[in-house]
């Protein structure tokens, strides 16, 4: 009877500190909304590798006022790196290729700085944006850095030697997508559909039309000059022709493996997980542990960029955390993780003003420490 009663007392004591932790998280929140311009996020919070907590506030679609929901997916920009990153590892695993092959062999055509011409490019540089390639001559055709498509591909590298610098670039991820065509024969979105999101148990994917377009949270610009928030209609162009007319391999970038993954932040958690467990899940490995701490590990001190994760500071006081932020079509997103203490947040939000703070959209940092004072501070 006293062990029925403890157990009971526990019971209360432990939803009455989530129902507190809620209300408080709510509370910055709402708050946080009303100081800055914001049309709506949906969140999550794990702990001790379980997600503890998931709300949505705000709007779906300012014009028909329809509130978000849990279930509803964003296009959640640069965080689908780490989709095709981890897909990537998969494919080592399988002795397919390796992180130091060259990249030319892999993706089919020359890919050489032609300022450092003896100097390989290699999958790992490419994963870690440190190819010395740049977005200059953009990133949704790969016939902008093929020698044999563009006479200015030269522009699409940068002055400084492969391996010896970083910058950035979308192209990078682009490329690697259409190798794992390459590889695998497979299209690239339903790749990651059947080897990371069947298993984990997700609902989402890089192909619009495969999608219950229903549940897209809309996107939003926020236009300075007439403090009004633009609906960002690019953001699910279905390009339902060009997916008919897919040549795998070469027109990869229609589902843009390097920023088109759509998800809700529910489940963006759950696979946020896996790699805080380095790899596992409840039906097994998605990844290696040795492929999920070579994606965790910086490569530079200067950037804390590994593959497709980086390592930061900057994010929380006092905690280092590792994961990736995203931002696109007014959406701006973050899925950051502590392996060692077992905890993540995950933010998106479809719409706010674009300031920054220490790297990060200062909306999203705020929005990110409110929830980890709640939950995990306390």
């Known amino acids: 009877m006293k062990k029925a009663i403890l157990l009971l007392s526990c019971i209360y004591c432990f939803i009455f500190n989530v129902k507190a932790q809620s209300e408080i998280a709510e509370a910055g929140i709402n708050e946080l909304m009303q100081?800055?311009?914001?049309?709506?996020?949906?969140?999550?919070?794990?702990?001790?590798?379980?997600?503890?907590?998931?709300?949505?506030?705000?709007?779906?679609?300012?014009?028909?006022?329809?509130?978000?929901?849990n279930s509803d997916i964003f296009r959640i920009a640069s965080i689908s790196k780490s989709f095709t990153a981890t897909s990537i590892m998969q494919l080592i695993e399988a002795g397919k290729l390796t992180l130091d092959d060259d990249f030319s062999g892999l993706v089919g055509f020359k890919v050489r700085n032609p300022n450092f011409p003896n100097t390989v490019i290699t999958l790992r540089m490419i994963m870690s944006h440190t190819s010395s390639v740049n977005d200059s001559q953009g990133y949704f055709n790969l016939d902008a850095i093929n020698p044999a498509k563009n006479p200015n591909f030269a522009?699409?590298?940068?002055?400084?030697?492969p391996g010896k610098g970083y910058e950035y670039c979308n192209l990078n991820f682009n490329m690697t997508g259409a190798v794992i065509e390459k590889i695998t024969g497979e299209r690239f979105?339903?790749?990651?559909?059947?080897?990371?999101?069947?298993?984990?148990?997700?609902?989402?994917g890089y192909c619009v039309d495969s999608l219950d377009k229903n549940k897209f949270a809309t996107?939003?610009?926020?236009?300075?000059?007439?403090?009004?928030?633009?609906?960002?209609?690019?953001?699910?162009?279905?390009?339902?022709?060009e997916v008919k007319n897919h040549i795998l391999g070469e027109t990869t970038p229609i589902?843009?493996?390097?920023?088109?993954m759509k998800i809700s932040a529910s489940d963006l958690a759950k696979y946020m997980i896996m790699h805080s467990r380095k790899g596992k899940y409840k039906?097994?490995?998605?990844?290696?542990?040795?492929?999920?701490?070579?994606?965790?590990?910086?490569?530079?001190?200067?950037?804390?960029?590994g593959l497709a994760l980086e390592t930061t500071n900057k994010l929380i006081p006092g905690?280092?955390?590792?994961?990736?932020?995203?931002?696109?079509?007014?959406l701006y997103s973050?899925?950051?993780?502590?392996?060692?203490?077992?905890?993540?947040?995950?933010?998106?939000?479809?719409?706010?003003?674009?300031s920054f703070d220490s790297g990060f959209n200062a909306v999203i940092k705020k929005a990110v420490n409110t929830l980890y004072d709640a939950f995990i501070k306390q």
């Open 35 to 69: 100081a800055q311009k914001v049309v709506g996020f949906s969140v999550a919070v794990v702990k001790k590798n379980k997600i503890v907590y998931t709300h949505s506030f705000g709007l779906k679609d300012i014009e028909k006022n329809i509130p978000l929901s």
């Open 155 to 161: 522009k699409c590298y940068n002055n400084y030697e």
């Open 189 to 204: 979105d339903q790749y990651v559909k059947r080897h990371i999101l069947d298993p984990l148990g997700l609902y989402g």
């Open 219 to 241: 996107l939003y610009e926020y236009n300075k000059d007439s403090a009004k928030f633009i609906a960002a209609t690019a953001a699910y162009n279905p390009r339902s022709e």
């Open 255 to 260: 589902f843009s493996p390097t920023g088109g």
């Open 283 to 305: 039906g097994g490995r998605i990844i290696s542990k040795n492929s999920a701490v070579q994606m965790q590990t910086k490569l530079s001190d200067d950037e804390g960029y």
């Open 319 to 330: 905690e280092t955390m590792c994961g990736h932020t995203g931002s696109a079509y007014g």
């Open 334 to 354: 973050a899925m950051f993780f502590n392996s060692k203490k077992k905890f993540g947040i995950v933010v998106i939000c479809n719409g706010c003003g674009p």
